[in-house]
């Protein structure tokens, strides 16, 4: 039960942090332009894989990434096969309907 109350004091000081740090830009004596290149500036550093907030960022982007090539992968490979079934059962119909097709007649 308590398993949760860290992981949320956690996340509360990150966007109590958050709101601190943009309320700081915000009531600076600074022009709208320069808070926001500021804003953004601090953005692209924080997002930084190499060097920033999110240093395993590159490493999930890339986990994520060959996750879903093999699932693209694996989705082509089971149509493939529904597909050959497909053909299969289908070339069986056709086979049983001419063979019970008296000749002559179809």
Do not use: C, H, Y
Not at 28 to 36: F, I, L, N
Not at 63 to 70: H, I, L, M, N, V
Not at 73 to 84: G, H, I, N, R
Request: net charge negative; aromatic share 6%.
């Amino acid at each position: 039960m308590d398993r949760g109350f860290g992981k949320g004091l956690f996340w509360g000081f990150v966007a109590g942090g958050a709101a601190g740090i943009l309320a700081g830009f915000l009531l600076a004596p600074k022009s709208g332009r320069e808070v926001r290149n500021e804003i953004a500036t601090r953005l692209n550093e924080w997002l930084d894989p190499e060097d920033g907030l999110i240093p395993d960022a590159a490493e999930l982007i890339n986990e994520g990434r060959q996750k879903g090539e093999a699932l693209v992968a694996d989705a082509k490979e089971k149509a493939e096969l529904l597909l050959a079934d497909a053909e299969r059962l289908l070339f069986e119909i056709r086979t049983q309907s001419e063979s019970s097709v008296p000749a002559g007649q179809a």
